[in-house]
């Protein structure tokens, strides 16, 4: 659990408080209620409602697919993968295991566009934007279309590189394991739209420090 009097407040405003989760970690409020599960492997926005009738309102919003979601991913290069693509296959709980599967029998109903931003020799950029967001969705969904995200370790075995992967005279601790960037799937939760009463409500989220610095120092030594 991340302790809250550490994360980043994005906003907190019209009885409804949004902060910025970092990866591996969970976040409470003990006067707050969350209002959508972002998976705890995942960082970036996590949203909450302050009062009864905010989360009624928010939650609704988020069962009716009114809540949209911008994601952004590093995955490594794959030639062959359009420019968009685009999936909606049906994800369900494994019965025995901690993950999801394709199931179009017992699944929910979902979809991710994903696009590509920028690429390199080496890696990918991508985005991936739904309003019908489920557990494992931007992964397992990654994984079903070609796109090897690093960090990927239920769905693939895609590691995060390590510095020496990209700086051909880098020493490496002989002690240790070559030391990569990040510990986490480099999947972020950047962007959040939604209406409230009214209004329009847009939500950002900056890439974690060493998410950002990882991608940085790829785009260098490519």
Not at 35 to 44: A, F, H, M, R, T
Not at 89 to 118: C, D, W, Y
Request: proline content about 6%; glycine content about 4%.
């Amino acid at each position: 659990m991340v302790d809250e009097k550490i994360v980043e407040i994005l906003r907190q405003e019209n009885g409804y408080i949004a902060v910025s989760k970092p990866a591996n970690g969970e976040i409470s409020f003990p006067s707050a209620s969350p209002i959508y599960p972002l998976d705890p492997e995942l960082s970036g926005i996590a949203l909450f409602g302050e009062n009864k009738t905010i989360t009624a309102a928010l939650r609704n919003a988020f069962g009716s697919d009114q809540m949209a979601f911008r994601f952004m991913l590093i995955a490594k290069t794959v030639a062959f993968l359009a420019d968009e693509i685009a999936c909606d296959l049906p994800l369900a709980p494994h019965r025995q295991e901690n993950r999801m599967v394709v199931s179009r029998r017992t699944g929910k109903k979902t979809f991710t566009k994903f696009k590509k931003i920028e690429a390199s020799k080496s890696h990918t950029l991508w985005s991936a934007e739904t309003t019908l967001l489920r557990r494992h969705q931007i992964r397992l969904h990654a994984h079903e279309v070609g796109i090897p995200i690093f960090g990927e370790n239920i769905y693939a075995q895609i590691a995060v590189p390590s510095l020496a992967d990209f700086k051909k005279n880098v020493k490496q601790n002989r002690k240790g394991p070559p030391q990569i960037f990040y510990n986490s799937i480099c999947i972020h939760l950047a962007k959040l739209h939604f209406s409230l009463e009214g209004s329009g409500v847009t939500i950002e989220a900056p890439w974690p420090e060493k998410l950002r610095a990882m991608q940085k120092i790829m785009a260098k030594w490519n």
